[in-house]
T-cell receptor
Framework: SQQGEEDPQALSIQEGENATMNCSYKTSINNLQWYRQNSGRGLVHLILIRSNEREKHSGRLRVTLDTSKKSSSLLITASRAADTASYFCATDARTNAGKSTFGDGTTLTVKP | GAGVSQSPSNKVTEKGKDVELRCDPISGHTALYWYRQSLGQGLEFLIYFQGNSAPDKSGLPSDRFSAERTGGSVSTLTIQRTQQEDSAVYLC?????????????FGPGTRLTVL
């Protein structure tokens, strides 16, 4: 079964608004990561949150993790047109540490 | 330092031909991953190398796909007798392989088109 399923599949907002994307997964994890992808090419790592952490911040990014619900959320505050991209979560399962499994991603469009 | 590089950046081939895609990971990274991404889709895991361990080949879609990693560094993904459904972007990533911090660094990908 697919780990790391994001929702919504697509999100369109105005510049300055906040964007929230969610990720659900199925098995116990060591950590969860969020990545960003522009133009269908290589992904860029944004943030990693460990299984014993509940919230993490990096600039305008805020990530939460709820291991009881097996879910995570990525919040981008004060969005900019340049934030337009696809965002993926990736989970590192306890049973197969080191091998991350990616979801299908959320496509975010920020309108200027 | 240099990031992950992949070559070629684009490859157009005819159905039935074999292709080789190359990945140069970040120096010193013990883990190397291959993924496939079709247009507008997520990443499909193909194969994972970690140090000297046997690779995890569980994601390879058929026996036409194979990969090797020579000397624990450069990796080559080979697709034999290519089919049109093999058309996709093939992404390579490497990581330090540290327990609890397997941040992956991605290459720019190879866009494969099978005519």
């Amino acid at each position: 079964s697919q780990q790391g399923e994001e929702d919504p599949q697509a999100l369109s907002i105005q510049e300055g608004e906040n964007a929230t994307m969610n990720c659900s997964y199925k098995t116990s994890i060591n950590n969860l990561q969020w990545y960003r992808q522009n133009s269908g090419r290589g992904l860029v790592h944004l943030i990693l949150i460990r299984s014993n952490e509940r919230e993490k911040h990096s600039g305008r990014l805020r990530v939460t993790l709820d291991t009881s619900k097996k879910s995570s959320s990525l919040l981008i505050t004060a969005s900019r047109a340049a934030d337009t991209a696809s965002y993926f979560c990736a989970t590192d399962a306890r049973t197969n540490a080191g091998k991350s499994t990616f979801g299908d991603g959320t496509t975010l469009t920020v309108k200027p | 330092g240099a990031g992950v590089s992949q070559s070629p950046s684009n490859k157009v081939t005819e159905k039935g031909k074999d292709v080789e895609l190359r990945c140069d990971p970040i120096s010193g990274h013990t883990a190397l991953y291959w993924y496939r991404q079709s247009l507008g889709q997520g990443l499909e895991f193909l194969i994972y190398f970690q140090g000297n361990s046997a690779p995890d080949k569980s994601g390879l879609p058929s026996d036409r796909f194979s990969a090797e990693r020579t000397g624990g560094s450069v990796s080559t993904l080979t697709i034999q007798r290519t089919q049109q459904e093999d058309s996709a972007v093939y992404l390579c990533a490497s990581s330090g392989g540290l327990a609890g911090n397997n941040e992956q660094f991605f290459g720019p990908g190879t866009r494969l088109t099978v005519l």
